[in-house]
C-alpha cells in the first residue's frame, strides 16, 4: 500500500510540474534585448523593476503592449503601480501581428490585469488600434515566446484612469483622438454545473 502511495504522489508531482507554465529567464532576457534594439528603454526599466520583485512574472506566454520613452516620461507611475502598468499593458498569450489582424473589428481580449480589457480595432488604412493607441512598431520582439509591439500612446480603460500626465492630470492621453469603439463590457454570472 505504500508503494502505491509513493507512485501516486511521484506521479502527481510529475504531471503537475509538466503542466505548469515556469518563466524562463533567457527569453524574458532576449524579449528585452528586442526592445532595447528599438530604444523601448523605459519599458525595459520597468520590466526590470517587476521582475525583482518575487513573483511578478510567472509565464512566457505574454505580448506587451510597450508606449515610447516619450510617452513614458509624461506619465506618473508610482513604485506600487508598475505591476498594474505593465499587467494593463500586456495580453496573456503570445501574439504577433498577424494574429491580432486576425480578430475581428472590435474585438475585445483580457489584458493580462482581470479588471481590464483591450478593445483591438482594424482600422484599415489608418493601422490597428488597441484601446486608445495605434500600433507603430510590430513585432518587436522576434527571439523568444514573449511577443511585443510598440503603441502610440500609454493605454486608456474605459472608466478608469490610473496613469495621468505628469504635466497637467487634466489633459487627455495622446493618441486619445484616434478612433476606437466605445463598448460597454457586461460581466456575465455562469450559472454552476451540478
Not at 507512485?7 to 532576449?30: A, H, K, M, P, W
Not at 525595459?44 to 513614458?72: A, G, H, R, W, Y
Request: hydrophobic share 35%; aromatic share 10%; with cysteine.
Amino acid at each position: 500500500m505504500a508503494i502505491w502511495l509513493v507512485l501516486f504522489i511521484t506521479l502527481f508531482t510529475v504531471g503537475e510540474s509538466q503542466t505548469t507554465n515556469s518563466f524562463n529567464q533567457t527569453d524574458f532576457e532576449e524579449a528585452m534585448t528586442d526592445m532595447r534594439s528599438k530604444s523601448y528603454y523605459g519599458f525595459v526599466i520597468l520590466l526590470k523593476i517587476l521582475n525583482s520583485q518575487p513573483n511578478s512574472l510567472q509565464t512566457n506566454d505574454l505580448t506587451f503592449l510597450m508606449p515610447s520613452d516619450e510617452e513614458l516620461s509624461q506619465y506618473s507611475i508610482t513604485p506600487g503601480q508598475i505591476h498594474d502598468f505593465i499587467f494593463s499593458h500586456s495580453i496573456p498569450t503570445s501574439l504577433v501581428l498577424n494574429h491580432l489582424l486576425h480578430f475581428p473589428n472590435g474585438s475585445v481580449v483580457p489584458s493580462s490585469l482581470p479588471s481590464r480589457v483591450i478593445s483591438i480595432t482594424n482600422s484599415g488604412r489608418s493601422g490597428l488600434f488597441v484601446n486608445n493607441a495605434k500600433i507603430v512598431t510590430p513585432n518587436v520582439c522576434q527571439t523568444s515566446f514573449i511577443r511585443c509591439h510598440g503603441i502610440s500612446a500609454t493605454l486608456t480603460f474605459e472608466n478608469d484612469v490610473p496613469f495621468r500626465r505628469a504635466q497637467d492630470p487634466k489633459d487627455p492621453p495622446k493618441g486619445s483622438d484616434v478612433p476606437h469603439p466605445t463598448r460597454s463590457v457586461r460581466k456575465m454570472s455562469i450559472p454552476p454545473l451540478y
